[in-house]
């Protein structure tokens, strides 16, 4: 009796030693799925502030109202900024307007697509405002030097095409393209003095960094002409940069009644000139189609 007695008590120490070690293999192998070591190079390190968040962010340039040119033989001016809406007047070739404020709102005409800005036209003392398409307004307007009655009126249609016409009092005299990658700081310059010409309008301006470009339009009285186009600058990283500009009469250095294109090498380095070569002149005349040596 004894011995049955020894016999199951060792049974139940075995049961119960057996049970406290898989309940503590359980333990550990929960622990290890759930937070299992690495390697420092498997961390996964803290989440780092995103500091660009505090910074301030840059508030648009506001829209500044300004006068602007109808680049058109003419326009609608509309109710809403949209080809459907009601018409409220209509604008002649030239006319002056002053630009209000650009809308949400855009349109593609003759392959040109530009936003519809909110205009007032002011005639005498009379107000009117309402809606013209952009593609139709040029910023850029100079008067001729002979005939006071004229202007010459310049619009960028894209970066491979700019536009610049002749207006008289309302009338389209003369529109040109010209294929050019002028994309910024251009101006207008015209001058007279010349047989055969009224006004020689040059544009100039660059493309890209490096690259220098001039276009220059003759008009003769009765239509703008293409005469040619002076290009400069140098290749990245390479000397010496090369200047090519056209010099019209009442530019310094002119020949009166003749145009030059003047070429210029010389040796920069961040905007300070080294060496400049000898300068080479061409003159050239209008025969009234092309220039000529």
Not at 37 to 62: F, V
Not at 169 to 175: E, F, I, K, Q, V
Not at 225 to 254: C, I, Q, R
Request: aromatic share 8%; hydrophobic share 35%; glycine share 6%.
């Amino acid at each position: 009796m004894k011995k049955i007695l020894i016999f199951f008590l060792c049974l139940l120490v075995s049961a119960s030693s057996f049970a406290q070690k898989k309940a503590k293999t359980k333990k550990m192998a929960a622990k290890t799925t759930t937070s299992e070591k690495k390697t420092p190079s498997e961390k996964i390190a803290p989440a780092k502030k995103d500091k660009s968040k505090n910074l301030p962010l840059a508030k648009p340039k506001p829209f500044k109202a300004h006068k602007a040119y109808l680049m058109a033989e003419k326009a609608n001016v509309r109710k809403e900024p949209n080809t459907k809406s009601d018409v409220v007047m209509r604008l002649a070739a030239g006319s002056e307007v002053t630009v209000l404020s650009p809308t949400k709102e855009s349109a593609t005409i003759e392959n040109v697509t530009a936003v519809w800005y909110k205009i007032v036209i002011r005639q005498d003392t009379v107000e009117t405002d309402g809606y013209l398409w952009g593609g139709y307004l040029s910023d850029l307007q100079a008067d001729s030097k002979k005939e006071a009655t004229i202007s010459f009126l310049i619009r960028r249609n894209n970066d491979k095409e700019w536009v610049i016409m002749a207006a008289r009092n309302g009338d389209l005299l003369s529109t040109l393209k010209i294929a050019t990658s002028i994309d910024n700081a251009y101006k207008i310059r015209n001058n007279v003095g010349y047989d055969k010409i009224n006004d020689a309008i040059i544009l100039g301006g660059k493309h890209g960094e490096f690259t220098e470009l001039e276009e220059l339009v003759i008009w003769d009285g009765k239509k703008l002409n293409y005469a040619g186009s002076a290009k400069g600058g140098a290749k990245p990283g390479t000397d010496p940069m090369h200047h090519e500009t056209f010099v019209v009469d009442g530019d310094k250095g002119a020949k009166k009644g003749c145009i030059l294109k003047v070429n210029t090498d010389e040796i920069e380095w961040d905007g300070t000139i080294y060496q400049n070569s000898a300068t080479s002149k061409t003159i050239f005349k209008w025969n009234g189609e092309a220039l000529i040596e």
